[in-house]
């Protein structure tokens, strides 16, 4: 916790907002979709879509593969306490439901399903999209399914197995924006980033939640946006947004939200 308070005071330091920003491409995205003050009707959803789950007070068993959570050590949980620590904010899901609601994107890949807050926030972003989307933990896996389609979610596939030999099998898609949100160590950030390089083109959007949980995490972060086909590269502190657009130069920016 220290390391990110400290974190945070340095990126609150360097950080800038739209008048700060001289690329068209980034201009445009941080004034029409960041900062975006439209009260879309899909937010009534995401809320409830969340207040429902944080609500649940069913009991499962719950395997971690990733780092694991930073709340509890039991392997216990109910579903309103996984909602709460571990579910992706108000906040946070609401930007994505923008983010995909701007690019549109058709193809989408999310590493992390968990109760699916975010899965559902992209599935409103644009309904028409394909969804693949990977958890580890089959209960968790198994619930969040349920819920998908009791809440009319389609479009969807949900893999219940882990990162590794998921990617096996995707290498050969493509997809138009990635959701990392599964695994916050350096080294499976960097092995699943390399392992769907493959799967991205010139206007894909690649998303990675929490970029300063770790230092070992940020030094991820600092590696892929230094990577030779990364462009276009964005800090908004708790997520890093990376571009691949071979007419830009390469350039970094630093936004508050």
């Not at 330091?13 to 439209?38: A, E």
């Not at 930007?95 to 409103?124: C, D, Q, W």
Request: aromatic share 12%; hydrophobic share 35%.
């Amino acid at each position: 916790m220290l390391y990110q308070i400290t974190q945070y005071m340095k990126f609150l330091l360097k950080s800038t907002n739209q008048h700060g920003v001289h690329s068209p491409f980034v201009f445009n995205l941080v004034t029409k979709c960041f900062y975006d003050k439209t009260d879309f009707p899909a937010y009534k959803n995401i809320s409830k879509f969340k207040k429902d789950l944080l609500c649940d007070k069913t009991k499962i068993s719950v395997t971690d593969l990733g780092a694991g959570s930073q709340i509890s050590n039991s392997s216990t949980r109910t579903i309103s306490e996984i909602a709460k620590h571990a579910g992706t904010s108000s906040f946070r899901s609401k930007l994505l439901f923008r983010l995909v609601n701007y690019f549109k994107p058709k193809n989408i890949l999310e590493l992390g399903t968990s109760l699916g807050i975010a899965t559902h926030a992209m599935h409103l972003g644009n309904p028409k999209a394909t969804i693949t989307t990977i958890e580890g933990c089959p209960n968790i896996s198994e619930f969040s399914k349920t819920n998908f389609e009791k809440n009319h979610i389609q479009n969807f596939l949900l893999l219940n197995t882990d990162f590794k030999n998921a990617l096996k099998d995707l290498t050969s898609s493509s997809f138009d924006l990635i959701f990392f949100d599964g695994n916050h160590k350096k080294e499976a950030t960097l092995q699943y980033f390399e392992s769907l390089l493959p799967t991205i083109h010139n206007d894909s959007v690649l998303i990675f939640d929490d970029i300063y949980w770790s230092k070992s995490m940020t030094d991820a972060w600092e590696i892929i946006k230094q990577h030779p086909k990364v462009t276009v590269s964005i800090d908004t502190f708790f997520w890093g947004l990376v571009f691949f657009r071979h007419e830009q130069s390469k350039e970094h920016f630093t936004i508050r939200l």
